[in-house]
């Protein structure tokens, strides 16, 4: 063989990250087992407040659902705005949080446009890591795990 090598398996593939996106809000029918899955998961407890993604009404009891989730913001306004450093934004884009750091002020639940953090009872963010458990229980594919570059 000469010094004809296949450049591309040389190269590393480019790495992606996965994001949780509610492809399809209209079929919700409200039955709350992506909070059920996504509380289980993250804390062990089956509890609505725990969980990192919120399903709520619109419009009353005879309204329609609307779920509220992270969107994985590729410049992050939760994490730049955390004082100590706590979320931190990744160079692949990913949001990780460090509870050792955080303060439990808040900064990142009022910095969230879309509402998708909230403070538990520990006074520390409840943010989703786009683990995917959530879209496994949703009986009517409301939700979806895609891939994006990093």
């Known amino acids: 063989m000469t ?18 996106k509610v492809a399809h809000p209209e079929r919700c029918i409200g039955c709350l087992g992506c909070m059920f899955a ?4 993250r804390t062990g407890t089956v509890s609505l407040q725990n969980s990192a993604i919120k ?12 779920v509220v989730a992270c969107r994985g913001c590729n410049d ?8 100590v450093g706590a979320l931190e934004q990744r160079p692949d884009g990913r949001v990780v949080f460090h509870k050792d750091l955080c303060t439990g002020c ?4 009022k910095a969230c446009l879309v509402g998708a953090i909230t403070m538990g009872k520990d006074a520390k963010p409840i943010k989703c890591i786009h683990c995917g458990a ?6 009517h594919d409301v939700l979806r795990l895609e891939e994006v570059p990093a």
């Open 38 to 41: 996504c509380s289980r998961t």
């Open 106 to 109: 808040g900064s990142c639940e």
């Open 3 to 20: 010094g004809n090598v296949n450049v591309e398996a040389g190269m590393k593939e480019q790495k992606k990250r996965r994001r949780l």
């Open 55 to 66: 399903v709520q009404t619109q419009g009353g009891i005879e309204g329609d659902f609307r």
């Open 76 to 83: 992050a306004p939760c994490a730049r705005a955390c004082p």
């Open 134 to 139: 959530c879209v496994a229980f949703c009986p």
